[in-house]
């Protein structure tokens, strides 16, 4: 699969976000190259879609959490964050959502250039649905557009289209305790489609799914991230997960989290159910599951 | 009723209160116990017959104080709750106060109001102190717990406070403030009673508090059973009817409203 074409609001050049403390240059030094076992070589020529520098997050009960961490994603790219429970690879997307404020370093996402009302930079999916129960599925697609007060007629147009692409255009009018978790999943996946986001931010979407209805919506999510071109940040703590979506994965070390690898999940076969069987998808997951090995060492049960 | 196990929960109470009455009119009866001393259930009833024009006067009024006084116990807790969830400053300030006006016995506060205050005023007063305070107390906490990350994807999307409060906030906290009005509409009859009792002393009044202290110093037993019952009664469609509100608002997504078998 050849990587998809940029979009074009991500041609604008870097704006940073004014969050976090600017350090200046930022020595790389912490990241040996000995770590770095492969190293994305293609640049495309519209720049990153987020770049992180020097992003550190420190607890006020002095326990640093993450980094520091250097990220780059470029536009279009769909990139796993993958390490054991409490690297910090939640709280790296929360920053550069802006939910959590870096202890150091900036976050600098790319321009989102456009007019529109309720349109937004980034869509973010919660581990759990995160949904409104005293509202209808239509009613919790629509709270961003309402939240911007996006015109009427624009907006019941942009919830059809996005219940339209979850699968969900039937539902619109139930309440999310009358839907099964994978639904709820679509749903909260539709409201941070809706607002036509350059990036897609998810934190363990799919955790805590059964097996089919994770291999079901993997699926989904691929069509819709070819469909829409899309930068997406995926966390995950499952190996397979990341190597079935991604075009790169970034495996984070134990806490505080850093890069500890990076693989480039450059897959001949198309992905798809074949590919979950492939000895291609096998080798894959073995090498990243190597590389994840360290960041679980000295952990008890691991 | 939809199974025999149901109908059964709703036969036994009334079984055991068709029993109780036969046997409090067995005894009366038995033993010709004044009236002055025990009025049988049956005498109550005529009485309650009887004097309806007097009671059901007095039992507008009784209804009336406490309908005002739920009102500002309703309104004034959830403005005060929402006032002290947009200002810290403020409930630091302003809450110990609330839970002094709780804890201390309204029945002791009802004669001072009485001084400074109108009686009818001071009445509703009463009926407010009682119960404000579990809709305030309620509804902090139902503001309080508002779903961390639903909360976050209101930051993300840029939301102002009002728009956080009117579409997150106050729906999450719906439940919780609907709790409170359930127990305020108890506490709002019992600060009426209270207030009425301690106004009757003072000479005026005509709710059904009033009759009951009014009968008692005129040994009009009967009466007070029959004022009583009525206050009993009063009490019990004010529980059912906000239950009822409380189903209504909640049915289609809250857990407490649905049935078991969803």
């Not at chain 2, 809450?95 to 029945?107: D, K, M, R």
């Amino acid at each position: 699969m050849g990587p998809a074409p940029p979009h074009p609001a991500l041609r604008a050049d870097l704006s940073p976000v004014g969050r976090g403390v600017p350090r200046g240059t930022i020595a790389l030094s912490h990241i040996q190259p000995s770590m770095i076992e492969s190293i994305v070589p293609e640049t495309d020529a519209s720049g990153p879609a987020v770049r992180l520098r020097g992003v550190t997050k420190t607890y006020d009960s002095g326990v640093a959490a993450l980094g520091p961490l250097d990220l780059d994603v470029k536009s279009g790219e769909f990139v796993s964050l993958l390490g054991p429970s409490g690297c910090g690879k939640s709280t790296a997307l929360r920053i550069i959502a802006g939910l959590a404020a870096p202890s150091t370093g900036t976050v600098e996402l790319a321009h989102h250039d456009t007019e529109r009302r309720g349109s937004h930079r980034i869509g973010f999916v919660f581990q759990e649905p995160t949904l409104m129960p005293w509202a209808t599925v239509r009613d919790n697609v629509r709270l961003p557009l309402k939240l911007a007060r996006a015109p009427a007629t624009d907006a019941e147009m942009r919830i059809d289209a996005a219940l339209d692409q979850v699968g969900l255009a039937e539902f619109a009018g139930a309440y999310p305790r009358e839907l099964s978790g994978g639904m709820k999943m679509r749903v909260s996946l539709a409201r941070a489609l809706v607002t036509d986001p350059d990036i897609l931010l998810m934190d363990e979407p799919f955790a805590a799914l059964d097996e089919i209805t994770r291999f079901r919506l993997n699926n989904d999510l691929l069509t819709l991230w070819r469909d829409l071109h899309k930068t997406v940040i995926f966390v995950t703590h499952s190996v397979f997960e990341s190597v079935y979506l991604s075009e790169r994965v970034i495996v984070m070390t134990a806490r505080p989290g850093r890069i500890g690898a990076e693989f480039r999940i450059a897959s001949t076969e198309p992905r798809g159910e074949e590919f979950r069987t492939s000895a291609e998808y096998a080798a894959f997951c073995r090498e990243v599951s190597h590389a994840l090995a360290p960041s679980y060492a000295g952990q008890a049960g691991a | 009723m939809k199974s025999p196990q149901d109908l059964i929960r709703f036969l036994l109470p009334v079984a055991v209160f068709a029993a109780g009455l036969v046997l409090w009119e067995a005894i009366v009866r038995t033993y010709g116990i004044q009236p002055y001393v025990l009025p049988s259930p049956l005498l109550v009833l005529k009485t309650l017959v009887a004097d309806w024009p007097i009671l059901s006067q007095s039992l507008g009024v009784t209804l009336l104080t406490t309908l005002e006084g739920f009102v500002a116990a309703a309104v004034g807790g959830v403005v005060l709750a929402l006032l002290f969830n947009q200002s810290k400053w403020l409930e630091y300030s302003l809450f110990p106060y609330a839970v002094v006006l709780q804890v201390t016995p309204v029945i002791a506060i009802a004669p001072l109001l009485l001084i400074y205050l109108q009686q009818q005023t001071a009445v509703i007063v009463c009926a407010w102190i009682v119960a404000f305070f579990p809709v305030l107390s309620n509804t902090t906490l139902g503001l309080n717990s508002v779903d961390r990350n639903l909360a976050g994807l209101f930051q993300l999307y840029g939301a102002s406070r009002l728009q956080t409060l009117l579409f997150l906030k106050l729906p999450a906290a719906l439940p919780y403030i609907l709790g409170g009005l359930r127990i305020a509409g108890g506490l709002s009859l019992i600060g009426a009673v209270v207030a009425e009792i301690a106004a009757g002393s003072a000479g005026a009044g005509s709710g059904l508090a009033f009759r009951i202290a009014e009968s008692g110093y005129r040994l009009n037993i009967p009466r007070m059973f029959a004022a009583l019952l009525l206050l009993s009664l009063a009490g019990i469609v004010i529980y059912g009817l906000l239950a009822l509100v409380s189903h209504l608002l909640l049915r289609r997504w809250h857990e407490s409203a649905l049935g078991k078998e969803s």
